[in-house]
């Protein structure tokens, strides 16, 4: 069975993706762990080494590296990994389910407010200047997180009720 969690940085896709694997005895594999691990360097040192559109084509490979290898697997994907695969309305619908975790502008703000200097994509702002930034940026992906087949609404959620949504979906 495939398992794909997709959704906003910091929506939880990483721990929901853990949790649940545990408690389904199921392979977890994180994609932008996966990728530091094959690159031997973060994202972070991607991003800035290498660039966005390298670290984008390079997030699409492995995705789809992981995908053929894996028979049954919960992937959990990073923030934009939706939005820039071409065929990802293939990949999700080939999926046997696909879950969106999404989370309020003020959410996420709270959440990645408190650990901005490991995203590359919102380090160099000021805290005033995210409400604006996820804000505009949701509104643009939200395309590509809404192909996924169900919707959990993760706001005021501890991480064990959203695992158990989903252990009802399954
Ligand atoms: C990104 C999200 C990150 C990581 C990279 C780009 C994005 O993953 O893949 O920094 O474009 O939203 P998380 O969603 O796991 O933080």
Do not use: W
Not at 153 to 170: H, M, N
Request: aromatic fraction near 8%; charge should be negative.
């Amino acid at each position: 069975m495939k398992v794909v969690l997709v959704g906003y940085m910091a929506s939880g896709k990483s721990s929901v993706g853990r949790l649940l694997a545990k408690q389904l005895g199921a392979k977890f594999i994180d994609l932008d762990s996966y990728i530091e691990e094959h690159q031997k360097k973060t994202i972070r040192a991607i991003f800035s080494e290498n660039g966005e559109i390298f670290f984008r084509k390079l997030e699409h490979k492995m995705l789809q590296k992981v995908l053929n290898e894996n028979e049954s697997v919960l992937l959990s994907t990073g923030g934009g990994t939706p939005c820039y695969s071409n065929n990802m309305d293939t990949i999700l619908k080939n999926s046997n389910h696909s879950i969106y975790l999404q989370l309020s502008v003020s959410a996420l703000v709270e959440r990645i407010s408190k650990e901005k200097d490991q995203r590359p994509l919102v380090k160099d702002l000021e805290d005033h200047e995210l409400p604006e930034f996820i804000g505009k940026h949701i509104f643009e992906r939200r395309q590509y997180y809404e192909l996924a087949k169900h919707i959990i609404s993760c706001d005021k959620k501890e991480l064990e009720e959203v695992v158990a949504e989903i252990e009802d979906l399954l």
